[in-house]
């Protein structure tokens, strides 16, 4: 098996960046593999410090292959950093697993990733694979469902890995911007496996946020295309504590007493196809309000019927 590199973003959270790291390093798999890390530079005169602090833990990990660090000059911002960064690395190394300073990992992490990206490698359908499944408290999987992994349209952007073929198929311009802003049919049918999809590429759209995983998510959609997903999380995120970039202050996502070891005995499935009975309960996790605030409607009418008159 052909162990994929692991990149690793950093930013400004030191306390996240030592239990991302720490956890990383006590893989199994982790002395043989390499090790990429990008240190973003600071976007203002409030965050070197503590950048600074996290490029001084970053040039004492140890424990891998190799350890090849990028400590950019620059503030490039979360998604030109994440996209720069996985592009050049995956060019050289044809797969990829990608993770940022928010994670903490079992010890069969990379054991997964790498097995997963072998076995799904020819399977044109998965465009990724990740490490993360939500909490049963958000997603209830029936326990009839009795395999290891389970396939959704939509992806994660938490400890995941992809290929240099599948990469190449995202549109990082999005082009299509003005026919998702005009196509109500198209924003429906994109919602379909999160209500709130939409609603972040709005966001991204107009600036509000700076979001890679809106693009690689719409790369999924456009190529129908899926992604492989543990029934038994193998990470934890530890980042909605109101210190990350895109997200801020809230626990259902967290593992709260943490993830336990357990051996690992992983069957991958063959056949593609998406499980009823669990794509009931992902949809759950993302579904809205339907108390929204009329506040928040005449908001979204302004919105679309501003970029009609651009378009």
Known sequence: MILAPVVFFVYN?????KQTSDSLSRNKLASQTDLFIFSDGPRNSDAV????????????????KDIKIT??????????????????????????????DDM???TDFLRFMNEALEFYESEKKVFSVTGYNYPEELMDIPESYNHD?????????????????????ADWEFKDADEFLKNKKLRKKYAETGEDKADMMLAHIEGKIDSWATRWEYAHFVNNA?????????LNNIGFDGTGIN????????YQDGLKESEYNIRFLSKIELDKNISR???????????ATIKTIIKKIIFYDRWRKRA
Do not use: M
Not at 51 to 64: K, L
Not at 226 to 234: E, H, L
């Open 13 to 17: 959270r030191p306390w996240h960046t």
């Open 226 to 234: 899926y992604s492989v997903y543990p029934v038994k999380s193998f």
């Open 104 to 106: 903490v990992f079992k």
């Open 149 to 169: 992994i389970y396939f959704y349209p939509r992806c994660s952007s938490w400890g995941w890995g992809t290929w240099k073929d599948r990469w190449a198929k």
């Open 247 to 254: 997200c801020g202050f809230d626990k259902k996502y967290h």
């Open 71 to 100: 400590e950019r000059k620059e503030n490039l911002g979360l998604a030109n950093s994440i996209i720069s960064g996985v592009t050049d690395v995956i060019n050289r190394y044809g797969r990829i697993i990608v993770i940022e």
């Open 281 to 291: 309960e992902f949809g759950k996790i993302f579904k809205k309000d339907r108390f």
């Open 49 to 64: 410090k503590e950048v600074e602090t996290v490029r001084e833990q970053i040039r004492n990990i140890s424990g891998f």
